[in-house]
């Protein structure tokens, strides 16, 4: 049977106007800019107005992907949003994103895979490609995390952003594009990243909400050791499925959540600073949104060309990682 490469087509992404800086932080939260940017690197990040949501910025993104792409919203047979931060329990937000763009025929729905998200949802789109099922795959990765952070928690505060980023999945040509991909979780140690209230385990009410149990709560040190190990271990086994060597990488795009962890991942592969992308300075964590936004500034800065092996990898809640190596398909006048 002819084997279907799938790749990358169109991707456009949006992050708000609203600059938080860490000077700012330092006027709610017992913190200071030295700590900020010396135990994470970053400096900034943008947040939503109150009145936007998840779906309006996914949307964003969304068209701009489509437009990149040079389609029309109505050739896309399906949408997938991977978010930490639904508009809604249900219906799902690529439902909304769906109406807001106009997408008439496409199938929609979300995953829930923390900051692995987004590669997680290319894999899942690359197959529906591959079986021939769909042709235009859209897939977002979208967040609005200052919704449920805790703005008096110094631990988590200082790390999270806002942001959007989308790419459209084709068929492409032969040996180009998704060359391979690896996706884990370990759920034993799904509480150190949690949002513990508003789901069925413990639904909103007085006492989540006194006890602020409707925000993020993170075990940060232990988050920190296991994304060390899994960035490694995700990158070079999914190196070795596309039959390549560390040689052959010629750029990274990291989940952008603290330069430490990148930092220790590249010395551990023993990858050079040159090829690996970090813009979590500007950003901030984005959760699933962090890659393809900044696999979209990697690509307006042209730094990632036509041939090039790219090289993905995230980790997140659930606990979750994910990796991808896609050879990339498009030239830039494409
Ligand atoms: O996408 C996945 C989501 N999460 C992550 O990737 C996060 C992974 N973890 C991390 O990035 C780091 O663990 C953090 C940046 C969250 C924390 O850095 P750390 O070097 O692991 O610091 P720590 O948690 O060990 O805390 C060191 C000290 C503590 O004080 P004591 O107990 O030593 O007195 C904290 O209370 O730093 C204190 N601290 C702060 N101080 C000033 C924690 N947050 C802050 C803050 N400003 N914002």
């Not at 992050?15 to 800019?33: A, F, G, Q």
């Not at 995953?111 to 591959?130: A, M, N, P, R, T």
């Not at 928690?153 to 068929?171: Q, S, Y």
Request: proline share 2%; with cysteine.
């Amino acid at each position: 049977m002819e084997k279907i490469y799938v790749g990358i087509f169109g991707i456009g992404s949006y992050v708000p106007e609203k600059l938080i800086t860490n000077e700012d932080l330092s006027k709610i939260v017992d913190t200071s800019n030295e700590w900020i940017v010396e135990r994470t690197g970053i400096q900034e990040r943008r947040i939503v107005d109150e009145s936007i949501a998840t779906s309006d910025i996914a949307s964003i993104a969304a068209k701009r992907a489509l437009e990149d792409a040079k389609l029309k919203a109505e050739d896309i047979d399906l949408i997938i949003v991977a978010t930490a931060t639904p508009d809604h329990s249900f219906p799902s937000t690529a439902c909304i994103v769906q109406k807001n763009i106009g997408a008439t025929k496409a199938a929609a729905f979300d995953i829930s895979v923390g900051c692995s998200g987004f590669v997680y949802g290319l894999v899942v789109g690359e197959q529906f490609v591959k079986s021939g099922l769909y042709e235009n795959v859209l897939v977002i990765g979208a967040e609005t995390l200052s919704k449920i952070v805790d703005w008096q928690d110094r631990n988590t505060c200082v790390l999270f952003g806002d942001g959007a980023g989308a790419c459209i999945l084709e068929k492409c040509e032969e040996n180009m594009g998704i060359l391979a991909s690896e996706l884990g979780s370990d759920g034993r140690n799904g509480s150190v990243l949690i949002q513990p209230a508003g789901g069925s385990r413990q639904p909103a009410n007085e006492d989540t909400v006194k006890n602020r149990l409707h925000f993020i709560r993170m075990e940060g040190r232990e988050v920190f050791k296991f994304a060390v190990r899994v960035m490694d271990k995700a990158s070079q086994s999914v190196i070795d499925k596309a039959n390549l060597k560390l040689e052959d990488i010629d750029f990274l795009v990291p989940h952008q959540a603290n330069v430490r962890i990148i930092d220790a991942a590249a010395k551990k592969l023993n990858l050079e600073q040159g090829k690996i992308y970090v813009n979590l300075n500007k950003y901030g964590n984005m959760s699933s949104a962090s890659i393809p936004v900044a696999l979209n500034e990697a690509i307006e800065e042209k730094r990632i060309k036509k041939g090039d092996n790219v090289l993905l990898v995230a980790f997140g809640a659930g606990l979750t990682w994910a990796s991808m190596i896609i050879k990339w398909n498009r030239r830039e006048e494409d």
